[in-house]
């Protein structure tokens, strides 16, 4: 969410990747050029935000209601690839840029 342009809230940020056109097959040909065996997104990453690219009724930080994991992991499996999620352990940026991003308690 905190890539250029930034935003602070899923909803704008999924509509933009939305009309950006994302689609997880674009991303599974892409790893497939270099023979990459694997896909590690990285949405819920400290400094850049914590959003959660799927829904989810854990509280503590916002998701998605478009499932880009779910999509990112049946196109990768469908070309023999694996998905690994990346999520932080660190809840030190949570409020980053006077943005609260993330409540760690309740995440918990």
């Not at 890539?3 to 602070?8: E, L, R």
């Not at 994302?22 to 991303?27: C, E, L, P, R, S």
Request: charged share 20%; aromatic share 10%; net charge neutral.
């Amino acid at each position: 969410m905190r890539t250029s342009p930034g935003y602070t809230s899923c909803s704008a940020w999924e509509k933009a990747v939305t009309d950006g056109g994302w689609k997880a097959d674009y991303w599974v040909a892409e790893a497939k050029k270099p023979h990459a065996s694997s896909l590690v997104p990285a949405s819920f990453h400290s400094r850049l935000g914590y959003a959660r690219a799927r829904p989810s009724a854990v509280p503590g930080s916002c998701s998605t209601k478009r499932d880009f994991l779910g999509e990112l992991i049946e196109a990768a499996n469908a070309k023999g690839l694996k998905v690994m999620l990346y999520m932080t352990d660190d809840p030190q940026w949570h409020a980053e840029g006077g943005q609260e991003w993330l409540d760690s308690a309740a995440h918990s």
